[in-house]
Antibody, heavy 120, light 108 residues
Framework: EVQLLQSGGGLIQPGGSLRLSCAAS????????MSWVRQAPGKGLQWVSG????????HHADSVKGRFTVSRDNSKNTLLLQMNSLRAEDTATYYC?????????????WGQGTTVIVSA | EIVLTQSPGTLSLSPGERATLSCRAS???????FAWYQQKPGQAPRLLIY???SRAAGIPDRFSGSGSGTDFTLTISRLEPEDFAVYYC?????????FGQGTKLEIK
């Protein structure tokens, strides 16, 4: 079964750091680009970061550039998001998602989501 | 950044009725890189339509997508109770990839 299982998240103070993980199974992980998408409480979806299959190319939304770093460990089929200098506006549910060029780079598989709350 | 504007914000219909959801882009978007998602409360989004008009695996044929350029439409031909949810459009013709603000489809 194709699956993305997320871990990490929680309550963190402003200025703090947190790392999210996303473990992939059921597909050839290194063959696919991956992304992080977030959803603030009661709001819509926002793409945050993306990474190529090899890990050699990464992209971040302007709102997180310089604070968040996406990476991957293809030997462990794991996607990571290192979040530093967290702000209240980063409070959201974070989803990892599989990119697929066959679907015009749409996100065909999603993780279950993990909640990040940035608050003093 | 390409801005996607969805309308209406909320659509109130009854089971069995036809639903038409719209998404307008601030600039032309290649149909190849246009998608629709469904999200139910407490769940991750689910891919419905990719390439503007192709159904994703396992999606019933009552869901259809159309459009090109700046105007795209998601149609649900006959609403089933499980179709009441929030729907998002998304583009990847330009970076960053962006989503619409969502249309909530609620039971009338």
């Amino acid at each position: 079964e194709v699956q993305l299982l997320q871990s990490g998240g929680g309550l963190i103070q402003p200025g703090g750091s947190l790392r999210l993980s996303c473990a992939a199974s059921g597909f050839s992980f290194s063959n696919y680009a991956m992304s992080w998408v977030r959803q603030a409480p009661g709001k819509g979806l926002q793409w945050v970061s993306g990474i190529s299959g090899s890990g050699g190319n990464t992209h971040h939304a302007d709102s997180v550039k310089g604070r968040f770093t996406v990476s991957r460990d293809n030997s462990k089929n794991t996607l990571l998001l290192q979040m530093n200098s967290l702000r209240a506006e980063d409070t959201a549910t974070y989803y990892c998602a599989k990119d697929d060029i066959r679907f015009g780079w749409a996100f065909d598989i999603w993780g279950q989501g993990t909640t990040v709350i940035v608050s003093a | 950044e390409i801005v996607l504007t969805q309308s209406p914000g909320t659509l109130s219909l009854s089971p069995g009725e036809r639903a038409t959801l719209s998404c307008r882009a601030s600039q032309s978007v290649s149909s190849t890189y246009f998608a629709w998602y469904q999200q139910k409360p407490g769940q991750a989004p689910r891919l419905l339509i990719y390439g503007a008009s192709s159904r994703a695996a396992g999606i019933p044929d009552r869901f259809s997508g159309s459009g090109s350029g700046t105007d795209f439409t998601l149609t649900i031909s006959r609403l089933e109770p499980e179709d009441f949810a929030v729907y998002y459009c998304q583009q990847y013709a330009g970076s960053p990839r962006t989503f619409g603000q969502g249309t909530k489809l609620e039971i009338k």
